[in-house]
């Protein structure tokens, strides 16, 4: 089991930058690639970045690809999601997931989830 406890999501202005973290407990021995997903009000959730596990491949949504940077620090069993020039549709309820295997990958199904924070972004 790997447990994920997301952290650093607030309200902001558009155009403002935040950092997300998910620190992941438990198993975290084991070769887990890594990825943010986000669900907005009333919308599906959204596979966002993704990592794989050395940390040297990265994977992103076209929207965002150019504005957020995921990395890892294995020290820390800490994932990040760098998020820059925030746009008031970026707003969502973001989450960290973890699975098994090398990855990186852009879909689910992801095995291990946190709870969510949230990102509110103002016009």
């Known amino acids: 089991q790997v447990q994920l406890v997301e952290s650093g999501g607030g309200l902001l202005q558009a155009g403002g930058s935040l950092r997300l973290s998910c620190a992941a407990s438990g198993r975290t021995s084991s070769k887990n690639a890594m990825g943010w997903f986000r669900r907005a009000f009333g919308k599906d959730r959204e596979f966002v970045a993704a990592i794989d596990w050395s940390g040297d491949s990265t994977a992103y949504e076209d929207s965002v690809k150019d504005r957020f940077t995921i990395s890892r620090d294995h020290a820390k069993n800490t994932v990040y999601l760098e998020m820059k020039s925030l746009k008031p549709e970026d707003t969502a309820v973001y989450y960290c997931?973890?699975?098994?295997?090398?990855?990186?990958?852009?879909?689910?199904?992801?095995?291990?989830w946190g709870p969510g924070t949230q990102v509110t972004v103002s016009t």
């Open positions: 997931a973890a699975r098994r295997g090398n990855g990186p990958y852009k879909a689910t199904p992801y095995e291990y």
